[in-house]
């Protein structure tokens, strides 16, 4: 739309009307929103949850399911699907959100996060329509990547594979093995994105083994290397729809871990949390006041 298109279609103040583009970030945007304030209310369960690793995960999860992945909610298992594998399994409270808002079920099914007998547990559990393994032990889901997309090939299918994990698992020998195998077979639709927070269970990455510089080791392993702000939608959909010139390709996503809720954002003490009501209430007024 040209400028004069859209001054023609200005609103009554004489603002230009939104292009769809804009309206789709706004809804993505609100998208966002919903999901941590649902992250929020399954911490305030009686079993509390992952917190600071579930809110650094939303912009990369709403990329991928609303924006990136060719995916049909009504149709989980379609053999032409595109896969994702939560390798960081303690994120598994923002996959259920995103899986909801993206319609795989009912947002009311998320009321019985954590109860006895019910598929939302605190790791991923693949009754979970839209869940594609189990994860929780860390830095298996990328060799599982490795062969979904081997499958895939095989299969003569397009079909991409998306690992998402997290930097704390990166000290995992496995993870290396798998990428060294991804690179090595040219397993160019396969993809990692790597929420780079910068912190794990008890305390900063880099004290505990030294990840940086990560670009470096991905590149030294073969890999297409994407860097970006993991906040940013737009720099995560150009960099996970980018081709990666017949590589396996590293997205290496800046967050911050507890993102939303400025009073925990980047300390070690988000990583789990067990919200009680007054703790819930500043939680979601923190979500709904300071999200663009």
């Not at 995103?98 to 019910?118: I, M």
């Not at 910068?198 to 030294?210: K, N």
Request: glycine share 12%.
């Amino acid at each position: 739309m040209t400028p004069r298109e859209r001054l023609a279609v200005a609103d009554p103040a004489g603002q230009p009307a939104p292009t769809d583009r804009e309206r789709a970030a706004a809804d993505l945007s609100a998208v966002a929103v919903r999901v941590r304030e649902l992250i929020v209310r399954m911490c305030a369960s009686a079993d509390g949850g992952h917190l600071g690793g579930s809110m650094s995960l939303v912009e990369i999860l709403v990329t991928l399911y609303h924006e990136v992945l060719r995916v049909d909610p009504t149709r989980p298992e379609a053999p032409e699907r595109d896969v994702l594998l939560l390798s960081k399994g303690h994120g598994a409270i923002a996959l259920y959100a995103v899986l909801a808002t993206r319609g795989y079920f009912p947002v009311e099914r998320l009321d019985g996060y954590a109860a006895a007998g019910g598929p939302f547990l605190a790791h991923p559990n693949r009754s979970v329509p839209g869940v594609e393994m189990p994860s929780g032990s860390l830095g298996h889901g990328l060799a599982l990547g490795v062969g979904h997309a081997l499958a895939a090939r095989l299969d003569g299918s397009d079909r991409r594979c998306v690992v998402v994990l997290g930097d704390g698992e990166l000290q995992e020998g496995s993870v290396w093995e798998a990428a060294m195998a991804a690179s090595s077979l040219g397993l160019d639709r396969l993809t990692a994105v790597i929420d780079r927070n910068g912190l794990q269970l008890g305390s900063g990455t880099e004290d505990v083994i030294g990840l940086e510089p990560l670009s470096d080791r991905w590149r030294a392993f073969g890999w297409t290397v994407r860097e970006v702000d993991g906040h940013d939608r737009i720099a995560l959909r150009e960099a996970l729809t980018a081709a990666g010139g017949g590589r396996p390709v590293a997205v290496i996503a800046r967050t911050v871990k507890g993102r939303g809720l400025p009073y925990v954002e980047g300390q070690v003490r988000s990583h789990f949390a067990r919200l009680g009501e007054t703790q819930r209430g500043r939680a979601l007024r923190a979500v709904h006041r300071g999200l663009r």
